[in-house]
């Protein structure tokens, strides 16, 4: 018996000193996080701040059906609260947001008003720029498809909160099946014949085609390119899961899930406008191309465009992405709990940051200001994914900031 509980004694004695040796996980790396806003209220994707530090943030209802109060669009008046933007009326449309008289029921065409403003920029000028996809989910829990009018920009001036300028798409740029999600801004006078700047837009549809849009700021003109390319598509069958949660797409109620289908989302300029980054979130990869390439339509520019396409490689899963002034890309990493850096010097992918409280990494904007803000809104565990096609989203989702890399700031041509 001696002999039995000495041998007992010696093996716990054992099994605590290996379980001493063994190395753990920290769960977090690089500058802590600041937690600059909490979300209460509506699901937020886009964010914006301006040069006084004005914050705005959007909040489709093409994407979360709750997302039904009164804005699409709202003010980040302080740490918890939010305001209509630039008021009430122009959020709400008259007569609701979904067209029953078609067949199917479709999204309406209000050209004065915001149907789900999903994206959003601030330019050097105090200029909002808001990329309306003119989509919402209907009472069948289907994306309505988008009419003429819906989808839109609408240009709104900072210093008195009024709408200058309005600029919806043709059916042959925007098709009722896009899904306009993220945008980035050129003023560069050089750029068009306008001489007022260049607005480069992802279509990131689940079910239509994928590609980029080019709008002239001037002539309000907007034409595509890349449509169908597999490159702004999503990978085929891959794996991803957050928090040790699978993460399948629900295509819509009572269908069989699949792959995240979603195609070209998050989109980066560089420091000279010269180069456009974008990302897959149905994938994990990252590419870049000439922006000379997208601005051309003559007769073989689509030909030009596919050839002058870059891949960078693997730099993670993630929705939105920005860059800084030094060119570095910052992405989310859905799988990690982390934001990371693509260097385009050196071609390599490092973690910047990684905490427990980083999953689903929506918006990321590299500020004027010196900071990388990014928004957190859960949305693998909303409705349009699996399992069952439950709301699992817990409020309130937290917008966090951390100092940019080297001193560096937004990379925004001006």
Same mark, same amino acid.
């Given at each position: ?146 009419? &003429? ?41 050089? &750029? ?22 080019? &709008? ?57 406008? /010269?180069?456009?980054? =974008? ?61 990371? &850096?693509?260097?385009? /010097? ?33 949305? =693998? ?34």
């Amino acid at each position: 018996m001696l002999k039995t509980a000495v041998a007992v004694l010696l093996s716990c004695w054992g099994a605590i000193g290996l379980a001493q040796q063994l190395q753990t996980d920290p769960g977090t790396y690089g500058p802590p996080l600041e937690i600059v806003h909490l979300y209460k209220d509506q699901f937020p994707t886009g964010f914006a701040i301006s040069s006084t530090g004005r914050m705005f943030s959007t909040y489709p209802g093409s994407l979360y059906a709750k997302n039904t109060g009164n804005y699409t669009l709202a003010e980040l008046t302080d740490r918890t609260s939010e305001r209509p933007y630039p008021n009430v009326g122009i959020n709400t449309p008259p007569a609701g947001k979904v067209n029953q008289s078609t067949t199917p029921p479709s999204a309406v065409n209000y050209h004065d008003y915001l149907i789900s403003a999903q994206g959003l920029v601030i330019d050097a000028k105090d200029r909002m720029w808001v990329l309306d996809n003119g989509r919402v989910i209907d009472s069948s829990g289907i994306q309505a498809p988008a009419s &003429v009018g819906g989808p839109k920009i609408v240009g709104i001036d900072l210093k008195n909160d009024k709408v200058f300028k309005t600029i919806t798409f043709p059916d042959d740029v925007a098709y009722s099946t896009s899904y306009l999600n993220d945008l980035r801004i050129d003023l560069r006078p050089s &750029v068009t014949t306008s001489g007022e700047g260049i607005l480069y837009i992802t279509d990131s549809s689940s079910t239509g085609q994928n590609g980029i849009i080019t &709008v002239d700021l001037g002539s309000g003109t907007s034409w595509r390119h890349l449509d169908g390319d597999p490159r702004v598509g999503p990978a085929q069958q891959y794996f991803l899961s957050i928090w040790g949660e699978p993460v399948y797409f629900l295509p819509g109620p009572g269908k069989p899930y699949m792959s995240d289908p979603t195609g070209a989302d998050g989109i980066a300029l560089s420091a000279d406008g /010269e180069t456009l980054f =974008w990302s897959i979130t149905g994938g994990r990869n990252l590419y870049s191309i000439p922006t000379l390439r997208l601005r051309d339509k003559a007769l073989n520019s689509e030909v030009r465009a596919r050839a002058a396409v870059q891949a960078h490689g693997e730099k993670g899963v993630s929705d939105g992405i920005d860059a800084d002034s030094n060119d570095r890309i910052y992405c989310g990493s859905f799988e990690n709990n982390a934001i990371n &850096v693509y260097d385009p /010097e050196e071609a390599t992918v490092s973690t910047y940051v990684r905490d427990p409280r980083i999953a689903w990494t929506d918006a990321v904007l590299a500020a004027r200001d010196g900071y990388l803000y990014f928004n957190e809104n859960q949305l =693998w565990r909303t409705p349009g994914y699996w399992p069952n096609g439950e709301d699992r989203t817990v409020k309130p989702f937290p917008l966090f900031r951390v100092p940019l890399k080297d001193g560096a700031r937004s990379a925004a041509p001006q």
